[in-house]
């Protein structure tokens, strides 16, 4: 990402961000309970980047004005003198408000989704991966708790051992899926299991997806440009004229191709009424079941087949040592964590390094 970018995008969020302010001052807009609701959200999103980004170019403008004072030969050796003793300090809050506006650039989207589905399921390896499944769903308990996040199963079959084949939570509260989103995809460990009886180190896995609880789906249609009505006269049974008037309306979604036909009555109004609140419905099932099959794909995107070689983590009992393969070789902390300290739910050293290098990729592809 060049600076040049950057600056365009963020200029671009503090217009739009003064835009929307001023939009709900207009009485007008004011008095409509549903404008004022969504231009009220798109705000409150916006803030989050664009207050730290003020607060950069205010940082900005000051540390360029101490480097204009120290390299003016003129200036007064007092200022100089000042602008000597902020110029570091300036700088490093300068480098420290940019690298906050950047990840939330990047990555404040995901910071508005408050809950999340997550099915965890047992895969190769019989009882062990049950009970392994067992073993992930007390780790992020003891996470959620910590996180002071609201913990719920939803559905699950546990085994005659303690473990589980399958089960489903919700977990809900700020930053939840921002830190749980990438817990997604196939988790191996390696330990002896309770039955095996010669002590030999037995590998066995277990599948998490994670999807952000979808939202009621609020869907608005604008009449005038989102579709296209047709008024013709109705017509009965056998060609009889049922009215003389053009009341039978056809209404067209320009983006589904969704059509509603409506004659059943003889006022146009009535009709027109009728026809756009069927097509509310049937446009609002249409993003539904696009919702659905987006959040289908990226369920079986996560949880592959459930083999041990599919894996993003590994947990290494014998060497109380877990592994996430997405940061090996990276030379960062997180990739390998005390196996215990992440069983009992201290996951934040381990989320903080991939939230690390997700935010550098993010940047890199901006």
Request: glycine residues 8%.
């Amino acid at each position: 990402m060049t600076q040049s970018t950057l600056t365009d995008k963020l200029d671009e969020l503090d217009r739009r961000f003064s835009e929307i302010g001023e939009q709900m001052n207009d009485p007008a807009i004011a008095s409509d309970g549903i404008k004022i609701v969504a231009l009220s959200k798109e705000h409150a999103a916006l803030s989050r980047i664009v207050t730290p980004y003020r607060a950069f170019t205010k940082l900005a403008a000051a540390r360029d004005e101490a480097q204009e004072i120290l390299d003016d030969p003129d200036s007064d050796p007092e200022y100089k003198e000042l602008a000597h003793e902020e110029i570091d300090e300036l700088r490093h809050k300068t480098d420290d408000a940019l690298e906050e506006v950047k990840g939330l650039l990047v990555m404040g989207d995901d910071a508005d989704v408050g809950s999340v589905i997550m099915e965890l399921r047992a895969g190769t390896g019989g009882d062990e991966a049950a009970l392994f499944c067992g073993d992930l769903l007390e780790m992020y308990r003891r996470y959620a708790e910590q996180h002071h996040w609201k913990f719920e199963i939803m559905d699950g079959s546990p085994t005659e051992m303690g473990g589980y084949k399958d089960v489903t939570i919700n977990i809900r509260g700020e930053g939840v899926w921002a830190r749980l989103g990438y817990e997604g995809g196939g988790h191996r460990v390696q330990r002896v299991p309770k039955t095996e009886s010669q002590g030999r180190v037995h590998t066995s896995a277990a599948t998490v997806a994670v999807l952000p609880e979808p939202e009621e789906l609020d869907i608005q249609i604008d009449w005038d440009k989102d579709t296209v009505e047709h008024v013709s006269r109705a017509g009965g049974p056998g060609g009889q004229s049922v009215n003389k008037i053009e009341s039978a309306i056809l209404l067209e979604h320009f983006e589904t191709g969704i059509r509603v036909s409506m004659r059943d009555e003889k006022s146009q109004h009535k009709n027109r009424a009728k026809a756009r609140k069927i097509m509310l419905a049937r446009v609002a099932e249409y993003h539904r079941q696009a919702q659905q099959s987006e959040e289908a794909a990226a369920r079986k995107a996560m949880i592959g087949s459930g083999d041990r070689s599919q894996r993003v983590r590994t947990y290494n009992f014998p060497q109380n040592r877990c592994t996430d393969h997405r940061l090996k070789g990276e030379g960062s902390e997180g990739a390998n964590s005390n196996l215990d300290r992440v069983l009992a739910g201290e996951l934040d050293n381990l989320i903080d390094a991939l939230v690390t290098h997700d935010k550098a990729q993010r940047l890199a592809n901006f």
